[in-house]
């Protein structure tokens, strides 16, 4: 049995900043914001909901969905770049909070990627046999690091948490391939001081060169082709990003998610809510093909094929 996803769930906040609302606070238009990244509104959480809050919510209905409680968990993971505070981290928080009191916990930083690299690092404890089931979330807050003065990046992001929980499935299911990477030597194209600061040429061409190959390889890892691709669930950074993905693996724009409409670029939580929308919507079935892709800051990225259920 290898590793997959048993339980899903997200949490996004209330809160709904259309484009048109950050016409009044910038030098921008809601036609400027749709042409050039795909973006129509964006999710901001309030002053008291911070990143566990959100992790917590998306984990809680996760937990549910795959039909588990708490205590059986073995191992938290969360993904994240706007943690509460220093320390403790949102893992040790959010393991208090489940009441999860047999679980490790620990936080990881991959920005944007970060979902992915959780994803693959709770596979190695499964295919190893040393943990049965982990809580991987991606969740930010990026609306508190974010100059909302810089309309370059502010009309970019959003808030949310998306959960799975990890363990063993079928044979023939789940993880099926998997592909993380680092280039160092980019980290001063997208970086954070007091707020994000980000050189979009240069990350607008890392990302659709990495995107497309990362997805590629992750394939010919698994031995299959493009033609054996069900669905493609890419980092929600930009539609023009997202489109060059689809092209490079010569999908129909009906088996690509394209949340990024709703919720912006929501970080390590693009990937996971990208896949319970899907799910929702039903277009993704048992034993579908599915290959999920990020990059992020550092920069990162990763790419993993699934075969999906459990």
Same mark, same amino acid.
């Given at each position: 049995?290898?590793?997959?996803?048993?339980?899903?769930?997200?949490?996004v906040p209330e809160k709904v900043?259309?484009?048109?609302?950050?016409?009044?606070?910038?030098?921008?238009?809601?036609?400027?914001?749709?042409?050039?990244?795909?973006?129509?509104?964006?999710?901001?959480?309030?002053?008291?909901?911070?990143?566990?809050?959100?992790?917590?919510?998306?984990?809680?209905?996760?937990?549910?969905?795959?039909?588990?409680?708490?205590?059986?968990?073995?191992?938290?993971?969360?993904?994240?770049?706007?943690?509460?505070?220093?320390?403790?981290?949102?893992?040790?928080?959010?393991?208090?909070?489940?009441?999860?009191?047999?679980?490790?916990?620990m936080d990881l930083s991959a920005?944007?990627?970060?979902?992915?690299?959780?994803?693959?690092?709770?596979?190695?404890?499964?295919?190893?046999?040393?943990?049965?089931?982990?809580?991987?979330?991606?969740?930010?807050?990026?609306?508190?690091?974010?100059?909302?003065?810089?309309?370059?990046?502010?009309?970019?992001?959003?808030?949310?948490?998306?959960?799975?929980?990890?363990?063993?499935?079928?044979?023939?299911?789940?993880?099926?391939?998997?592909?993380?990477?680092?280039?160092?030597?980019?980290?001063?194209?997208?970086?954070?001081?007091?707020?994000?600061?980000?050189?979009?040429?240069?990350?607008?061409?890392?990302?659709?060169?990495?995107?497309?190959? !990362?997805? +590629?390889?992750? #394939? @010919?890892?698994?031995?299959?082709?493009? =033609? %054996?691709?069900?669905?493609?669930?890419?980092?929600?950074?930009?539609?023009?990003?997202?489109?060059?993905?689809?092209?490079?693996?010569?999908?129909?724009?009906?088996?690509?998610?394209?949340?990024?409409?709703?919720?912006?670029?929501?970080?390590?939580?693009?990937?996971?809510? !990208?896949? +319970?929308?899907? #799910? @929702?919507?039903?277009?993704?079935?048992? =034993? %579908?093909?599915?290959?999920?892709?990020?990059?992020?800051?550092?920069?990162?990225?990763?790419?993993?094929?699934?075969?999906?259920?459990?």
């Amino acid at each position: 049995m290898g590793a997959g996803i048993i339980g899903i769930g997200r949490y996004v906040p209330e809160k709904v900043l259309p484009n048109f609302d950050l016409e009044k606070m910038m030098d921008t238009s809601d036609e400027w914001i749709r042409t050039r990244t795909g973006i129509e509104e964006r999710r901001i959480a309030p002053d008291d909901i911070d990143t566990s809050d959100m992790a917590y919510f998306a984990a809680e209905r996760a937990l549910h969905d795959a039909g588990i409680e708490a205590k059986d968990i073995d191992l938290i993971l969360v993904a994240t770049v706007t943690p509460d505070r220093s320390f403790p981290s949102v893992a040790c928080m959010l393991q208090e909070r489940l009441g999860a009191v047999n679980a490790a916990a620990m936080d990881l930083s991959a920005a944007c990627a970060g979902f992915m690299y959780g994803m693959v690092t709770a596979a190695q404890f499964i295919d190893t046999g040393v943990y049965k089931y982990i809580l991987v979330v991606g969740a930010d807050k990026l609306s508190k690091i974010t100059d909302w003065t810089d309309r370059n990046t502010a009309v970019l992001f959003g808030d949310g948490a998306g959960a799975v929980v990890m363990g063993p499935v079928s044979p023939g299911r789940g993880i099926l391939s998997f592909e993380l990477g680092a280039d160092g030597t980019g980290g001063k194209h997208l970086y954070k001081d007091e707020y994000i600061v980000m050189n979009g040429r240069e990350v607008f061409k890392f990302a659709v060169r990495q995107m497309g190959e !990362s997805s +590629v390889r992750v #394939l @010919e890892k698994a031995g299959l082709t493009k =033609d %054996d691709v069900d669905f493609l669930i890419p980092h929600q950074a930009n539609i023009r990003i997202v489109e060059a993905a689809r092209q490079r693996l010569e999908l129909p724009e009906e088996k690509i998610s394209t949340t990024i409409r709703r919720y912006g670029n929501t970080s390590a939580a693009s990937i996971p809510i !990208s896949l +319970v929308e899907e #799910l @929702e919507a039903g277009k993704i079935h048992d =034993d %579908d093909l599915i290959i999920m892709v990020g990059f992020g800051g550092g920069l990162t990225w990763g790419a993993i094929a699934l075969r999906w259920g459990r």
